[in-house]
């Protein structure tokens, strides 16, 4: 049987190559409200740990702001891919890794910001990816988990379940209501929380570690 990583990598390794054209289609506009608060939330971040870039469309957005951005995915192809882009775009702040959400290999309290977007509700174990985020955020640091809500209502949930049959995994079916929850469970208090209009609902969320 596959590891739970190695299930999350293979699909995501097949769908590598046509990411960046999904993206355009079918959540710019999504993303673009994204962006627009990241822009606001990293203000003054030094150092960002991405979380599940993908293709680095956030990093290489933010790039031009954030001195160092270390960016990863669980993905190799992925990781290829924003590497070439890295290489076109001439950019030189932002390092490609592959990592494990769930078991990120870098020292405790590394990153001052922490960007993990549109990632929690297709994880296995979200809790774990939780756990490790607090670990490597430095004192005072900052997540900022933009979710998608696949349990905002019966609509958005049946439209989930046609979506996991196309072999887009969605484990978590949260509501606003209950993905806040879930922050608060894992030892976070929300700094932030703006609802996106999209066919799911999205939450952006900017969240502390608690005192």
């Not at 979506?163 to 806040?180: A, I, T």
Request: glycine share 2%.
């Amino acid at each position: 049987m596959k590891t739970r990583a190695e299930q999350e990598r293979k699909f995501w390794d097949s769908f590598a190559s046509k990411y960046d054209n999904f993206v355009n289609k079918r959540t710019s506009e999504t993303y673009d409200v994204i962006y627009n608060n990241l822009l606001i939330d990293t203000k003054e971040t030094k150092h960002l740990l991405e979380i599940a870039t993908g293709t680095g469309i956030h990093s290489f957005n933010l790039c031009d702001r954030i001195p160092k951005i270390t960016a990863t995915d669980l993905s190799p192809e992925m990781i290829k891919i924003a590497k070439e882009k890295s290489v076109e775009k001439s950019v030189s702040n932002i390092d490609f890794q592959i990592e494990d959400s769930c078991n990120l290999s870098f020292p405790d309290k590394s990153f001052d910001t922490i960007l993990a977007s549109n990632v929690l509700h297709l994880l296995h174990k979200p809790d774990w990816a939780m756990v490790e985020m607090k670990r490597v955020l430095k004192n005072n640091g900052k997540i900022i988990i933009p979710t998608y809500c696949h349990g905002y209502n019966l609509f958005t949930q049946i439209i989930s379940r046609f979506m996991s049959l196309s072999g887009f995994k969605v484990r978590s079916r949260w509501s606003v209501k209950s993905f806040k929850k879930f922050v608060d469970k894992n030892g976070f208090v929300l700094k932030k929380i703006e609802k996106v209009r999209d066919k799911i609902p999205l939450v952006y969320v900017v969240a502390l570690v608690k005192n």
